[in-house]
Each structure stands twice: as structure tokens, then as C-alpha cells.
């Protein structure tokens, strides 16, 4: 004949609820590391836009100011023809400073994925307690 197996008792229920949930908030906890990891990664990529805008810039600085202010220097004062060419150079670097440090402030680092479901984890933990 059929034999029924045992109702489990209040400690065996919240011991197994208490594996459950310290194995769930592990797993969340790799997520939100996995997930921080990705932003990071692209922060990264940013943050060479950012290097290497300053590099171009301060390159450009160097080889065009020579060869364009010898040029210029031609037709104006030499001191005339090194500020308008700094000028321009350093307005380009600017604008691709700028590029970066805007592209930064718009990355979003809080792991928002990880927390939703924490709160939805939360909101079960509760819910199977009642």
C-alpha cells in the first residue's frame, strides 16, 4: 500500500529555507560582481577615449604648431601666428576631452539588475515565512 513520508517539521523547514537563501544571495552576489565587471570594462574604454584624446591633442600641440606657425609667421608676427595655432589646437583637444568626460558621467555603475532581484528575494523570503 501507498506509505505517506513524513511531513518535515518547523526546523527542518527553516534549515532548508536558510540554505536556500544563503545559496540565492551568493549567486546574487557573483551577479552583481559580474554585472560591476561589465561597467567597469566599459568605463575602461571610455577612459582610453579620454588618454588618448589627450595624447592626439597634445601630439597635434607639438607637430602643427611648428609647421604652421613657421608658415603663418610669413604673413603675421610670429607671436600672432603661435597663438592662433595653439588656440585651434587646443580647442580640438577640448572638444575631445570633453567627449570622454561626458561619455564617463553617463555610465551607470550601480548594479540595478542584482538589486531588483534581491528585492524580489526579499519579497519571496517574506512570502514563503507567512
Not at 526546523?11 to 546574487?28: D, I, N, P, S, Y
Not at 604673413?75 to 595655432?85: D, R
Not at 580647442?91 to 576631452?97: A, E, R, S, T
Amino acid at each position: 500500500m501507498y506509505q505517506r513520508e513524513p511531513e518535515p517539521s518547523l526546523g527542518e523547514l527553516f534549515a532548508e529555507l536558510t540554505r536556500e537563501m544563503t545559496t540565492l544571495v551568493r549567486q546574487e552576489v557573483r551577479l552583481a560582481g559580474t554585472e560591476v565587471s561589465q561597467k567597469v570594462t566599459g568605463m575602461g574604454r571610455h577612459l582610453g577615449v579620454l588618454a588618448a584624446g589627450g595624447l592626439i591633442a597634445y601630439a597635434g600641440f607639438l607637430a602643427i604648431i611648428a609647421a604652421i606657425v613657421m608658415l603663418l609667421a610669413n604673413v603675421i608676427p610670429w607671436w600672432l601666428s603661435a597663438l592662433i595655432v595653439g588656440l585651434v589646437v587646443a580647442g580640438i583637444g577640448y572638444v575631445m576631452v570633453r567627449r570622454g568626460m561626458d561619455a564617463l558621467k553617463e555610465m551607470d555603475l550601480m548594479p540595478r539588475q542584482t538589486v531588483a532581484t534581491i528585492k524580489e528575494d526579499i519579497a519571496w523570503a517574506k512570502d514563503q515565512a507567512t
